[in-house]
């Protein structure tokens, strides 16, 4: 199972991370007039950090357009208006704060990573590509820039370019478990499971509470006909999480490979009832089985 790293996942440690600041940052002192200019944006910077970090973004959003009333260039306050736009859903003002963002700071990668995850999400994975390979430029060592341009290359199907960036990502992050599994399971998808499985077993290692490695591992000894490790595996990854259409279709599919028809039936009809996606793989399943065991019964007969 490929595991994605959500970007609503990463703005909630951005508001996080930006609460810790406000809760950081001592009271301002008053300011006379001849002040007031220089004291402006840092004060503006921190009501707008305080009211995100308070949930009020449209409060944020009018600091920071005070701020770009006062000082069009201001670099954070673009950068921080492009990431609650995306958050907002409002595609068009985000695209303007994130494209300016990155001509005031053109070297930064991470502009244009976040602009690039931006794009993937919104518009064209093909166009964010392009921002991304431009964010390694500048960041050819960071894991997450890494990781997500694999993702990307994974949407585009492909695999082999994908499997080089997660491959990466884990060598410069060394315990960086999604990295380890996603070069597992794009190495099963081609059917290399003995290659696979070294990588597996360290996506465990650094995270033995990850569904997904447990599936992705259970994936490959099913590929490699070892159905009993398999279902040791995909059980254990559903005690993690029992929500997930795509274990439940993986274990059906080891179930059937066993004979275990009937309990097949039953996982391919939980994972057609959790995840739409595995309707008409699941539905293929359940027939096969009942031609099997009505096979098996007239044969008994």
């Given amino acids: ?25 001592k009271a301002v002192p008053l300011t006379n007039e001849s002040n007031i200019d220089k004291h402006f944006s840092k004060i503006s910077h921190t009501l707008a950090l305080a009211n995100v970090a308070h949930g009020n973004v449209y409060g944020a959003i009018e600091q920071y357009y005070g701020i770009l009333g006062y000082e069009p260039d201001d670099l954070y306050a673009n950068y921080y208006l492009a990431v609650i736009y995306q958050e907002l859903g409002n595609k068009r003002l985000a695209s303007k704060f994130y494209k300016k963002a990155m001509s005031l700071n053109p070297e930064d990668g991470k502009m244009y990573y976040t602009y690039g995850m931006f794009v993937a999400k919104t518009s064209s994975e093909k166009k964010a590509l392009k921002y991304l390979e431009k964010a390694l430029e500048y960041s050819p060592y960071d894991a997450e820039i890494l990781y997500d341009t694999g993702i990307v290359y994974l949407e ?16 410069a992050e060394e315990e960086f478990s999604a990295a380890y599994n996603n070069a597992c399971f794009t190495l099963a998808m081609d059917n290399k499971f003995q290659e696979a499985l070294p990588y597996c077993e360290k996506a465990i ?44 279709f993986h274990l059906a599919q080891t179930l059937e490979a066993k004979g275990e028809y009937n309990d097949a039936i039953t996982n391919y009809q939980v994972a057609s009832t959790l995840d739409r996606q595995y309707k008409s793989k699941s539905n293929k399943g359940i027939k096969n089985c009942r031609k099997k065991l009505s096979k098996a019964e007239k044969q008994s007969i």
């Fill in 1 to 25: 199972m490929f595991y994605n790293i959500d970007m609503m996942k990463r703005f909630l440690v951005l508001i996080f991370t930006l609460f810790f600041i406000t809760t950081a940052v």
């Fill in 156 to 171: 585009q199907e492909d695999n082999e370019t994908a499997l080089k960036y997660f491959i990466e990502a884990a060598k």
């Fill in 205 to 248: 290692k650094y995270d033995n509470k990850s569904f997904a490695a447990y599936d992705s591992i259970g994936y490959v000894y099913f590929g490699l006909g070892q159905y009993d490790k398999a279902v040791d595996f995909f059980e254990t990854a559903i005690k993690i999480n029992n929500t997930t259409g795509e274990i439940y």
